[in-house]
């Protein structure tokens, strides 16, 4: 990751509820304020996936079980796996994904 050497500051002065709306959003992406101004006035974009990290656990969830499974198979405890489960959840998620994928091509022209 190149961390890039922030030198200069802008202030700026917003009334009570301009700072609340900014705040809000601000943690709404996961950022401090100076980086979601800063990203706003630069007119990069800010995208924000809910229910992403669910998908992210599923998927955390689905490679653990598939390896549990497969350290039985290795030990002989096991003589085959049945993946057709694994299979469907993985394409699921990847449907997602490719869901999201498509709307940011959209968004971004």
């Known amino acids: 990751m190149r961390i890039i050497k922030k030198?200069?500051?802008?202030?700026?002065?917003v009334t009570d509820v301009e700072y609340r709306v900014i705040e809000r959003k601000a943690k709404k992406a996961k950022m401090n304020m100076s980086q979601?101004?800063?990203?706003?006035?630069?007119?990069?974009?800010?995208?924000?996936?809910?229910?992403?990290?669910?998908?992210?656990?599923?998927?955390s969830k689905i490679g653990a079980n598939l390896n549990q499974a497969l350290i039985l198979v290795h030990q002989g405890k096991l003589n085959t796996i049945d993946i057709m489960p694994v299979k469907k959840e993985?394409?699921?998620?990847?449907?997602?994904?490719?869901?999201?994928?498509?709307?940011?091509?959209?968004?971004?022209g």
């Not at 998620?93 to 971004?108: A, C, G, H």
Request: aromatic share 10%; no cysteine; proline share 0%.
């Open 36 to 59: 979601y101004v800063s990203l706003q006035a630069l007119e990069r974009d800010i995208t924000i996936y809910e229910g992403l990290n669910e998908y992210t656990h599923q998927l």
């Open 90 to 108: 993985i394409h699921k998620v990847w449907q997602l994904l490719n869901k999201l994928t498509e709307e940011i091509r959209r968004i971004q």
């Open 7 to 13: 030198d200069r500051f802008i202030g700026l002065r």
